[in-house]
C-alpha cells in the first residue's frame, strides 16, 4: 500500500486529507489494493456490488451485455476515477454492466458502508471524505444529464449541435475548444465517426459553423434559417 499512496492521494475523493489521516481512513475503509492483468473483470454483470473501486492505475472499460452475449463499450474508467458508488448507494441487486481492465492495472477498493459509516471518534476528516464522494457522484450525474440532453435528440446533426451550443454558452463565446477529439465525440454522442464528420463538413459548407480540430466557431446563419423557417 505504502508504494502507491501517492496515486491514491491524486484521487478527488481525498482531497483535504493529509498523509496520516489518509492512512486512518483507508483502515477505517478495509481498503484492499488488488492488481489486475489485462482483459481481467473487475467487477461482473450480474454481480451484487458493496463496495467502491478507486482505479490507481491503467484503465479499464464499462461493458454492457446483451441477451446472446454482444458486448458493447459504454465509457472509460481512467486512472484517479471510481465506480460503484452508484450501485452500492442504491443497493442495485444485480449489476447491469461488466469491468473489464484494458491493460495491466491496480485497483483501490473500499467498503461501502464502512465508508458511509462514521467511527466512534467522529473524525473531521471523514465528513470531509464523505462531502467529497458525494461532491462526485452529483459531478457525475450531471455529466450523464448532460450528455442525456444531446443523445436523446434524433438526428446526428441535431446531436452534434446541441453538444456544441452547449459548450458555446458554458464558455460564453461563439469560439471554443472541446474536451473530445473526432473518435471521442462520436463515442460521446453515440453516433457513427465517419457520418459525423459528414454532417460537420455539411455544415461548414452552409456556414453554420466552422472548426479546425476540437477548436469551434458557432456562426449566427443557423439562427436565422430557424426563425425563417418558423
Known amino acids: 500500500?505504502?508504494?502507491?499512496?501517492?496515486?491514491?492521494?491524486?484521487?478527488?475523493?481525498?482531497?483535504?486529507?493529509n498523509d496520516e489521516e489518509l492512512y486512518t481512513l483507508l483502515k477505517c475503509c478495509g481498503a484492499e489494493l488488488v492488481p489486475y492483468e489485462n482483459g481481467e473483470y473487475i467487477f461482473r454483470m450480474g454481480e451484487s456490488v458493496n463496495k467502491v473501486m478507486i482505479l490507481l492505475r491503467g484503465r479499464a472499460w464499462v461493458?454492457?451485455?446483451n441477451f446472446w452475449g454482444r458486448?458493447?463499450?459504454?465509457?472509460?474508467?481512467?486512472?484517479?476515477?471510481?465506480?460503484g458508488e452508484s450501485y452500492s448507494c442504491a443497493r442495485t441487486p444485480i449489476l447491469p454492466v461488466?469491468?473489464?481492465?484494458d491493460g495491466a492495472c491496480q485497483v483501490l477498493f473500499l467498503d461501502y458502508q464502512r465508508m458511509i459509516t462514521f467511527c466512534s471518534l467522529a473524525c473531521d476528516f471523514h465528513t470531509r471524505f464523505i462531502h467529497n464522494m458525494l461532491r462526485l457522484v452529483s459531478e457525475h450525474n450531471v455529466k450523464l444529464e448532460n450528455k442525456l440532453e444531446h443523445v436523446c435528440k434524433k438526428s446526428t446533426r441535431e446531436k452534434l449541435l446541441s453538444y456544441l451550443s452547449k459548450h458555446a454558452l458554458a464558455q460564453g463565446r461563439r469560439d471554443f475548444d472541446i474536451p473530445h477529439n473526432r473518435q471521442e465525440l462520436a463515442e460521446y454522442l453515440c453516433v457513427d465517426r465517419s457520418a459525423m464528420s459528414n454532417e460537420l463538413s455539411k455544415m461548414k459548407a452552409e456556414g453554420i459553423l466552422d472548426f479546425q480540430k476540437n477548436h469551434f466557431i458557432l456562426h449566427d446563419s443557423y439562427d436565422a434559417a430557424q426563425r425563417e423557417g418558423a
Not at 500500500?1 to 486529507?17: D, N, T, W
Not at 458486448?71 to 465506480?83: A, D, H, L, R, T
Open 1 to 17: 500500500m505504502e508504494e502507491f499512496l501517492h496515486l491514491i492521494k491524486k484521487s478527488p475523493l481525498f482531497y483535504g486529507i
Open 63 to 65: 461493458l454492457q451485455e
Open 71 to 83: 458486448q458493447e463499450q459504454i465509457y472509460q474508467i481512467k486512472e484517479g476515477e471510481m465506480f
Open 98 to 101: 461488466s469491468v473489464v481492465t
